[in-house]
């Protein structure tokens, strides 16, 4: 389960009080029950439009005037060759004064190179490695090239990695709370969902991310519940999922990225107070993400939550779709700012069942130089089914581990 389920399972389903229902009811005022969703709806294509047409955007995938690599290789041989070498992995250390740093960079690693951003690049060559609290070996061109000349030169870079099938980390779309991303990662990230309302309670999700080969990842989520129950404190590890995802598709052409993830969750918790299943659950679900030139983001998810023995845990189906706009200063090049809101949706395959809708407004920020550590911050509100379904306030810590220590890369 991800980070901040407790608000979709806790009461999920249990044939709460069908006046809430998210459908035509008898009575026939949808209209009024519809109305907080529709009004959060356009408040979000309101923000949406508000920041798209904001002067401060982050990475591009389109330019004024398309990049020119053959320039850019020029550019290279008279300011980069010295240090990065003719074939981009380096310049022979007997050619060269410093030794190189351990995140030296080998242009022509695919694994390595494909995963960071040209505007993360961008932001080294204009500032300098300092900037992104990489080494002072590296220095900074801004005064020396202008920004086409810097974008002539990642392009040549770029094609120090010839295999082009490995997906772009521009389709690494910021992360959201509860919607999980497409795009394979090396991270870990630690997860809170608070309750808000209702009786106090919380639940920590400890979830390892590692990337192996061009289109794979692997997941591991571990729960660890505190809730107040009927006036007793109970604490426990809730159900630990092990998932693998594959990109199918990914195109920083049309911004687009699908994956597929097959996940087991392992029936640990205790289902007695609610912190598991109780039986092994089987969790596919597909992700597909959508970036645009001026940085909106939309992006999706559609899965399944199967139970092994359904007389202790009904099937249920969940889908969730996050909306959001990267802003970013220093000509796009600076700390970024995601806003996003989720809308998240669950439903327990059984007659009678009605769909849990939540709305989840957050804010990610990346807080290192190299920001490669991030935080994001919201607060999930239960629209429908709200009888026994809590408030809660849900925020992350997130530590891009391939990009450097913990303590790395601060300044
Ligand atoms: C004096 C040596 C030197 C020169 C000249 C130099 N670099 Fe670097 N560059 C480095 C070192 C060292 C690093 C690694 C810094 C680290 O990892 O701490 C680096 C890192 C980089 C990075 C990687 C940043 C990242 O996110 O991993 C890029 C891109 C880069 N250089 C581009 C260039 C370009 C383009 C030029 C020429 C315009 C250039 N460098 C000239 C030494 C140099």
Not at 133 to 146: D, H, K
Not at 190 to 212: C, K, L, Y
Not at 344 to 361: E, F, Q, Y
Request: aromatic share 10%; glycine share 10%.
């Amino acid at each position: 389960m991800r980070a901040g389920n407790a608000a979709c399972s806790s009461g999920a389903g249990k044939n709460s009080a069908p006046a809430v229902r998210f459908r035509i009811s008898e009575s026939g005022d949808r209209a009024l029950k519809m109305t907080p969703l529709a009004r959060l709806v356009l408040m979000c294509v309101a923000m949406i439009t508000t920041a798209s047409t904001s002067t401060l955007f982050s990475q591009v995938l389109k330019y004024a005037k398309p990049p020119d690599a053959r320039n850019g290789e020029a550019l290279y041989k008279n300011g980069c060759i010295a240090c990065h070498g003719r074939h981009g992995n380096g310049a022979p250390q007997t050619s060269t004064e410093f030794s190189s740093p351990d995140t030296f960079p080998d242009f022509t690693r695919c694994d390595q190179t494909t995963a960071e951003t040209n505007a993360a690049y961008k932001d080294v060559i204009v500032h300098g490695g300092p900037k992104r609290g990489f080494s002072q070996i590296m220095p900074a061109f801004g005064e020396l090239l202008s920004s086409e000349q810097i974008d002539d030169l990642i392009a040549y870079i770029r094609g120090f990695c010839t295999d082009k099938r490995w997906p772009r980390g521009e389709l690494n779309l910021p992360r959201a709370l509860v919607t999980e991303k497409a795009y394979p990662e090396d991270e870990v990230v630690i997860s809170t969902a608070m309750n808000a309302s209702g009786a106090p309670g919380f639940t920590t999700d400890v979830i390892h991310e590692q990337r192996f080969g061009m289109n794979n990842q692997i997941e591991i989520d571990v729960p660890i519940n505190s809730q107040d129950q009927n006036h007793a404190w109970n604490s426990g590890l809730g159900d630990i999922t092990f998932g693998v995802k594959r990109v199918m598709f990914a195109s920083l052409h049309t911004g687009s990225i699908l994956s597929l993830q097959g996940g087991v969750l392992a029936p640990v918790g205790n289902h007695k107070y609610g912190f598991g299943n109780g039986t092994t659950t089987f969790e596919p679900f597909a992700s597909f993400d959508q970036l645009f030139s001026t940085n909106t983001f939309l992006q999706f998810q559609l899965g399944a939550d199967l139970p092994h023995r359904t007389d202790i845990t009904p099937q249920s189906l969940f889908w969730r779709a996050a909306i959001g706009q990267t802003l970013a200063g220093d000509h796009r090049l600076g700390r970024m700012w995601s806003p996003m809101v989720e809308f998240l949706a669950d439903r327990t395959l059984k007659d009678g069942a009605s769909t849990n809708w939540d709305v989840l407004p957050e804010m990610q920020v990346t807080i290192s130089a190299r920001q490669h550590v991030r935080f994001d911050i919201g607060v999930r509100t239960p629209m429908t089914n709200t009888a026994g379904r809590d408030k809660q306030v849900v925020f992350y810590l997130l530590w891009d581990w391939a990009d450097g220590k913990l303590w790395e890369g601060w300044k």
